[in-house]
Each structure stands twice: as C-alpha cells, then as structure tokens.
C-alpha cells in the first residue's frame, strides 16, 4: 500500500510512472548486474503478470535504496488451489546494507499479503536469509543442479509410434490441456491460465532459454497433440529438458527419442532432466539407466492465512482421508501454530465447519514445519521430536493420512523469481 510507514523515518512506497519504473530498473543493475536487470525488462518485470503495485521499495535521499515485490501465482496443493504468491527481486543498494531494509520490506509483505487472504508464500532465495522470516525449505529445487540425468553413449534405440515435430503457435490450447492434465494433483505446481503461457514462452525465449524451436510436441495418427517437451539447449552448458507432460509410454518413447536426437545434434553426450521424481518420463528414463541424484536445494514457504488455506483445501484433505482406512473418521485435529490456530473437523470423513467433534487431537508445531506438510515436502516423522513441536505418535496415522509424503514441484519455466 503506497505511503504505508513500516518504521520510523522509513516509508514504503510502489513506482508509480514510467519514469520510476525506469528508476527500479537501474537499481537493479546496481544491486544484480547487468544480467538479472535485463532478466527483469524482458521477463519478470513484464505485465500483466508482475505489475507496478505489486513492487515495494524503501528511498533514502531521494533514491531507491532497496525493493521486494511479491506476485501472486496460484499454486496446487494436490487437487486444491490456494492463493499464493513468490517473493521476488529481493535487494539492497550495496551502500545502504546492513541497516534492515530488506527485512522491512519482507515483513511488510508478509503483512500485506496475510490481510489480503493469500494463503501460502514462497521464494527462490539463497539459505541463511529467509529463515529469519519464517521461511523453510518447502519444494525441491533443481535449478542448478538437475535431478536427473541420461547417458546416451550406448542408449538403445527408440521406435516411436508417434509423430514429433517443433512446436506451432496452433498447439497452444493442447499444450495448456496438457499441463493441467499432467499437473492436476501435483503439489506445487502453478496454475496457468493461456493468458499467461503467453506470457511465460514469450519470456523464455526473450531471455533465449527456451526458444520455440526448443519447444517439441507429439501428435498422434488424428493429428491431436498427445505431449509436448521444453529443452533449454544450453542451461549452464548442459542440454536440459525443463518441462515436459505426456500422455502413455508411446508419447514417452516419441518426445525422449526425439531430444536424444536434438542432443546428438548438438554434441551432446547427456540428457539432463529437470522434473519431479515420480514423474512418468523420468521413471521411463530411469527404466534406461538414467541416474537419480535427488534434488540438492529447496524452494523457501511460508503459511500466511491459516484458516482461508485450510477451507480451501477442505475437498482436498476429504479426498485424502476417503482413499485410507481412515476413511470415515470424527474427530477434530487441532493445529497450533505461532501464527495462529486452527481446527479441522471431520464427522464421517466429512468436514464440519464451525463443529469440534471428538476426539481432539492436537499438534503444536511452527508454520516453519507445518508449511513442510502441506506442500508434502516432508513426512510426519522428520517433524517428531523436534523443539517446539509437539505431535503424538498415536496421531501420525491420521496426519500422514491428512498430509502425505509427496513430489511436489514447482517446472522451472515458473521457477524465476
């Protein structure tokens, strides 16, 4: 909110006009270089999906003096959406470090989008920083280091039943059928609407990570797309798949031999592969030898409305509980967290707003490590025991039932910020 003070003789404020909006750009360079403030014109920074209210700095002597922004991007949590956004281009001009700015800002934010109802909120962001704000390690990472990777020397040779051929501004439509069908349970990911795939490939190839040629896709006898794949031919010298959704082994086999094909051509030796463990084409391509390495890093969450996240994953947290044992349960879980508190009641299976049956069971933890659950990062037994969380064991059944170990994933075409 424009002119909201956060600290004595500290105002925050959002560009306004071209001529600020300029202003933050140059900053940008100061702060990141020349690289991430060309990432910002021609990508982040562009709208409809970042806009000028959605950016916060601080000024001192008239000039910016540091900036975080906060974009909401609407994020799966299996079946359910919730409200999220990512916290983006965090930074402090280099002669006015260490005097708590960034920090205002990320408080400021947290405040901000806690009152407006997001549920969830996230960052790329480096380690030792973002703790401090309540932030954990929410959703693998594999930005840097590629989770998977696929020794084609020797590769046995792949007949297709399929079609490929380079991707056409047509298959668009298809490809966002796609993704919804491929991603519709997967936690973390994003949810996109065609307006803003348009936007997401005219960035990646406006930064040449992803250009169209580097977009694949797999027809089958009708002419009907049936997968589509995403290469960034050159992602730290490697030649990477960053996104790919398929429908069946033969899509698998077609899209698979087609970037062995493209990597040959490219004198490539290895197919690196940036995607979920559990993902169909990457279990294919274990099935081949490729090697699993696990992910290396995280992205940062943090849990803002409590009460909005959990109604909004009322249908979620039903389905979950109809496909276990636990199928008919009464009872109430009581969550306590130093961000507040909330029940969810259940009587047959069935959520009960405004009820509290018995039994109650309740479990202390911070949202820190509750964030964990909900994302299904981790399960219920790397909280126990840990200070400051009190779960008993008794009640693990229930909470691996309500929040279940998963492969949550975040597609690196969204992983920018």
């Not at 490729?290 to 009460?307: C, I, K, M, P, Y």
Request: net charge positive.
């Amino acid at each position: 909110m424009k002119g909201a003070t956060i600290a004595e003789k500290v105002e925050v404020s959002s560009p306004t006009d071209d001529r600020q909006w300029a202003e933050l750009g140059a900053f940008f360079e100061k702060v990141f270089g020349p690289d991430d403030a060309r990432l910002w014109r021609t990508f982040h920074g562009r709208p409809p999906f970042c806009r000028r209210e959605w950016c916060r700095v601080i000024r001192q002597d008239g000039q910016i003096v540091s900036h975080v922004c906060f974009v909401p991007r609407p994020m799966r949590i299996g079946s359910a959406v919730i409200r999220a956004g990512t916290i983006g281009y965090v930074g402090t001009h280099p002669a006015y470090r260490d005097g708590g700015f960034a920090g205002m800002l990320m408080n400021h934010w947290t405040r901000e989008a806690t009152a407006a109802g997001y549920h969830l909120a996230y960052i790329h962001g480096i380690p030792d920083f973002y703790e401090k704000f309540g932030y954990r390690h929410a959703v693998p990472d594999d930005g840097r280091d590629p989770a998977v990777w696929l020794d084609l020397i020797g590769l046995p040779g792949l007949e297709a039943g399929l079609r490929t051929r380079p991707f056409q501004e047509q298959d668009l439509s298809a490809m966002v059928r796609l993704y919804e069908e491929d991603n519709r349970t997967r936690s973390g990911s994003l949810v996109r609407t065609e307006a803003y795939w348009k936007w997401l490939l005219s960035g990646l190839e406006g930064r040449g990570w992803v250009r169209r040629e580097d977009v694949v896709v797999a027809e089958n006898s009708d002419g009907c797309v049936a997968g589509y794949a995403m290469v960034n031919p050159n992602d730290r010298g490697r030649f990477v798949l960053w996104e790919v959704a398929v429908r069946g082994r033969e899509t698998t086999v077609a899209l698979l031999g087609e970037l062995v094909g493209r990597a040959a051509r490219a004198g490539r030796n290895r197919l690196y592969v940036r995607a979920p463990s559990d993902h169909p084409f990457v279990v294919f391509c274990v099935s081949l030898g490729a090697q699993v390495t696990g992910h290396s890093s995280g992205v940062f969450g943090r849990l803002l409305d409590l009460e909005g996240l959990f109604q909004a994953l009322g249908s979620e947290l039903e389905a979950r509980l109809a496909r276990s044992p636990l199928r008919n349960w009464t009872g109430t879980l009581r969550l306590e967290t130093d961000i507040g508190t909330v029940a969810l009641s259940f009587v047959g299976g069935k959520p009960r707003l405004g009820e509290m049956p018995t039994p109650v069971r309740i479990v202390r933890a911070p949202q820190s490590w509750l964030v964990r659950l909900v994302t299904g990062y981790n399960d219920i037994a790397a909280l126990s025991g840990r200070r400051g969380i009190r779960i008993a064991r008794d009640d693990w059944p229930l909470l691996r039932t309500l929040f279940p170990k998963g492969s949550p994933y975040i597609w690196a075409a969204d992983s920018g910020y």
